[in-house]
C-alpha cells in the first residue's frame, strides 16, 4: 500500500509520518506554504524528517491564501492570541477549510502517483475550534476522495480519537527527537510559550510524562 | 444571499454566472490557473463576463498541478486525443480530483468573505469521464463543504442534471454571446474542432438548435 502523507513539521503530523514509514510500503509527503506566520519555521523541519526517513517531499505554495483569505494564522491578518488552544478566543487563527483544501490537494496527487490513501494528523484537540479536523468532516471528504477518484482514494486519519499527549507517547517510542518539530504560531526565533499550540505542546508533554526538550523565550 | 461561483471562461461556467447573477444579491467569482494547456485562452473570457456583469474576479494560481499531476490536459502532459467528449479514451485528460482542488478553495474563500454557497457549472456530460463531476461526488463534498466551515458553506451545481444543449438554450436566454468563450483542450490561436470539448460544443450549438459562431480551425 502507499499513501501520500500531508506533513506541517509540527509533533502531530510528525509521529504520524514516521508511523505511516512503520505501516506502509511507500509513502510521499506533501507540505503547503500557505502564507502562515509559522510556515518557514515548520517546513524545514518537514524536510528534515524527510530527509532522515529517505521519504520525497514536495513543498506546494498556497500563497494566495494569504491574499485572498481571512485568519490571524495569516501574515496578512491580525495577533496571534495566547491562552489555551481550545478556548473560544483562538478561532480567530482558524484559516477557512485548510484541511479540506490540502486533503483535496493530497488527493489529486495521489490518484497522480497511484497512492491508495492520504494521511492527515489531526486529533482530538483540534475538534474543539477546527470544523475541518473533526471525525464528521473526515468521514464526509473521505467519501468525496473516494468517489471522486478512479482508484478510490480513501483518507487515513489515525490520530482522529488520539489526545495531543498519546501522540507524543506513540512518537517518542516511534524515535521522534520532538526537538525538531515547531508548533508556535507566531512563527519568531523561538517559541513563545504563550499562544494557544505553544500551550498545547506544552501541555501534552506534561501528561506524556516526557522532558520537554523545546526552547521557548521565557 | 451571497454565492462563489468557479469560472473557467467556458460556456456552462459562463452561463452558471449569468444565472447566479440573476439568482443571488452578491456574487464573486473565482478562476484557476493549473498549468492546463487552454487556462490562458479561457480565463481572459472569464474576466471579460465578470467585468461585463460588475463582478470580481480573482484568478488563483495553482501552477503546481502541472509539475506534480498527472493528466494530459496539462503543459507536462502528452497530446490531446480527438473524438467524442465521453469517449474512453478522454479520460487521459482528466486532471486528478481537479474539481474537488477547486471547490476546497473556493469554499475557504467563500468562508473567509461570508458567502453562503460556492456555485460550479458541472453538467450530464461530464458524468462519463469525471468521476468529481458527478451527483455522488457534489452530495459527499458538500457534506464536507457544510461540515468544515462555521458558516455552513453548501456546494449549488445548477446544471448537475442538465445537458450541454440545454445550458446553451438557457445562456442564449440569458443574452450571453458565447463567441466569447473557450472550450477547446488544445489552447491553439482557434478552436481545434476536433478534440472532445470542442465536438461537445458543436454538438450542443446543434441540438440546441444555435448558431454556433465559434472559429474552428477547418
Known amino acids: 500500500m502507499k499513501a501520500v502523507i500531508i506533513i506541517s513539521g509540527g509533533m502531530d503530523s510528525t509521529a504520524a509520518l514516521y508511523k505511516a514509514c512503520r505501516d506502509y510500503d511507500a509513502v510521499e509527503a506533501i507540505s503547503f506554504d500557505y502564507g502562515s ?34 485568519s490571524d494564522l495569516l501574515k496578512s491578518g491580525g495577533n496571534i492570541p495566547e491562552g489555551h488552544y481550545e478556548q473560544e478566543k483562538m478561532k480567530s487563527t482558524v484559516v477557512p477549510f ?26 482530538v484537540g483540534d475538534h474543539a475550534i477546527y470544523p475541518d479536523c473533526r471525525t464528521e468532516f473526515n468521514k464526509a471528504i473521505n467519501e468525496a476522495m473516494k468517489l471522486g477518484t478512479y482508484k478510490n482514494v480513501q483518507l487515513e486519519a489515525p490520530f482522529e480519537k488520539l489526545r495531543k499527549e498519546d501522540i507524543a507517547k506513540m512518537g517518542n517510542e516511534l524515535g521522534i527527537d520532538f526537538s525538531q518539530t515547531w508548533s508556535c504560531y507566531k512563527g519568531g526565533e523561538l517559541h513563545c510559550g504563550k499562544c494557544g499550540t505553544c500551550v498545547e505542546r506544552k501541555e501534552a508533554f506534561k501528561l506524556a510524562g516526557l522532558e520537554d526538550k523545546t526552547q521557548y523565550e521565557n
Not at 519555521?41 to 491574499?67: R, S, T
Not at 484541511?99 to 491508495?116: F, R, V
Open 37 to 70: 506566520k509559522h510556515n518557514h519555521k515548520e517546513i524545514p523541519f518537514a524536510k528534515y524528517h524527510c530527509d532522515k526517513l529517505g521519504i520525497k517531499h514536495q513543498v506546494v505554495n498556497l500563497e494566495f491564501m494569504n491574499k485572498l483569505f481571512k
Open 98 to 123: 485548510r484541511n479540506g483544501i490540502m486533503l483535496a490537494i493530497a488527493c489529486g496527487y495521489a490518484e497522480s502517483i497511484d497512492a491508495d490513501k492520504v494521511i492527515i494528523g489531526s486529533h
